[in-house]
């Protein structure tokens, strides 16, 4: 009779050690993936316009699962004349653009995404200055981001 109840014993120990080692790796790949989504820092310069700020990738299961970008355009050159603005483009739509404000700092908060999908997996952008119809307007280097 003392063996069967210690048959019994080990099998609910082995239970709870399965359990916490499950509840364990759960813990453990949760704190991965909370990592993999941290926010990175984006700034994007060049004469006369500037962005500083954030960047991270929305979880597939947020909606609008996009590019969220939060931080500060910046007219960095208030005697120029000329607005400034982000250009951004998502994946299979064309070239669109959030306006700043000539000799200021506006602050952006937004999600870039593909309201079709549920996903969006690309975004270009870059900074410029709108120097108007006569010139060409001067952008910063087009950064591309692409979800992993």
Request: hydrophobic residues 35%.
């Amino acid at each position: 009779m003392t063996s069967r109840h210690t048959h019994f014993n080990e099998g609910r120990s082995m239970r709870k050690l399965a359990a916490v080692a499950v509840a364990a790796g759960l813990f453990f790949g949760g704190m991965g993936a909370a990592a993999a989504d941290s926010p990175h820092k984006l700034v994007m310069r060049t004469p006369g316009v500037g962005f500083v700020g954030t960047y991270q990738w929305q979880a597939a299961n947020k909606v609008p699962s996009g590019l969220h970008v939060k931080g500060e355009l910046r007219d960095e050159n208030i005697n120029d004349g000329h607005n400034v603005y982000l250009r951004v483009k998502v994946e299979g739509y064309s070239w669109g653009q959030v306006t700043g404000v000539q000799r200021k700092r506006v602050k952006i908060d937004k999600v870039f995404s593909d309201g079709a999908v549920l996903r969006t997996n690309m975004v270009r952008m870059h900074a410029c200055i709108d120097r108007g119809s006569l010139r060409p307007d001067y952008c910063s280097p087009e950064r591309l981001f692409e979800r992993r």
